[in-house]
């Protein structure tokens, strides 16, 4: 997503066995800043080619690299039932980087990774029924509050906060169809449909918006930029590196991925937050690790 929610998502598999090779840890974090790193360019492409624009390029040089690398062919889908959730799949896609994207036009890196972060800890703070379970996802909420209301110079505008929650709601549901659709199918081709599907759903939006910009030599480099950087980069670092470390390992280090976004925006950016909005990053990131180090997860 954005990054995709995939990979996020792809912390909840278990089964991970260590190989020999190199180190994991520096792989996930390489992977968070590549991630990072691709959406702090897509808004610097604000200005040039709007939200829509963005989003749409940089889908359609993701589903154009799947294509290449996965071909597809009409056995991917053995029934309706599964295209249909692939077809779901695709349009929370579309949805989470539209939402997700606008978010980031109107509000520092660091505080819409944070409440977009909520979504996939949602999901996993509530999978079981357990009393730590939601005392982490109090605290994660009062991390959220002091996020959303507490900035440099006043509280933030609500409408980026409420694309930031719109962004957290798909990628949560991005993640609970997959899961629904990895129980259908082993075939992970059905990631190339789902991501062309995206691509061809925000297509009219951004030729509305953007119209002859998209194919401004600026824009083309600066999307298939952001589309490496989240794609192929942060994907595959994080690929491999799951493949090399326990899924509990994995997840500590993802957990980190708020804090990251926030160091980046004022790097890169220039976006100051404050130190409620510290305090509040901090708490999310906790109950992150929180859950995740929880006895009998």
């Known amino acids: 997503m954005r990054g995709e929610p995939q990979e996020k998502q792809v912390a909840a598999e278990e089964g991970a066995t260590r190989r020999p090779g190199f180190s994991p840890t520096p792989m996930v974090l390489g992977g968070i800043v590549a991630l990072e790193l691709g959406a702090a360019l897509a808004k610097l492409l604000f200005p040039l080619a709007g939200v829509a624009g963005v989003v749409a390029l940089r889908l359609v040089f993701a589903a154009v690299v799947l294509l290449v690398v996965m071909r597809v062919s009409p056995r991917t889908f053995r029934d309706s039932a599964t295209l249909g959730l692939v077809v779901l799949i695709g349009t929370l896609l579309a949805l989470h980087h539209l939402a997700f994207y606008a978010a980031v036009d109107r509000l520092p890196l660091g505080v819409a990774v944070t409440i977009e972060f909520t979504g996939p800890l949602a999901i996993a703070l509530f999978s079981t029924l357990r009393i730590r379970g939601l005392l982490w996802a109090g605290l994660a909420a009062v991390g959220v509050c002091l996020t959303a209301l507490t ?129 509040g990053i901090v708490a999310v990131v906790a109950a992150s690790l929180g859950n995740t180090l929880a006895p009998g997860r």
């Open 151 to 279: 900035g440099t110079t006043g509280p933030l505008g609500l409408t980026g906060v409420l694309l930031a929650v719109g962004a957290a709601l798909s990628w949560g549901g991005y993640i609970i169809v997959s899961s629904t659709l990895g129980r259908r199918t082993e075939d992970g081709r059905w990631l190339t449909v789902a991501t062309t599907w995206a691509a061809v759903l925000t297509l009219p939006l951004a030729v509305t918006t953007a119209g002859t910009t998209l194919l401004d030599p600026r824009v083309l480099l600066g999307c298939l930029g952001v589309a490496m950087l989240c794609e192929v980069v942060s994907y595959s670092l994080q690929n491999k590196a799951l493949r090399r470390m326990p899924a509990q390992g994995f997840s500590i280090l993802m957990s980190l991925e708020p804090a990251v976004a926030a160091l980046l925006g004022l790097m890169i950016l220039g976006q100051a937050v404050s130190a409620w909005q510290v305090a």
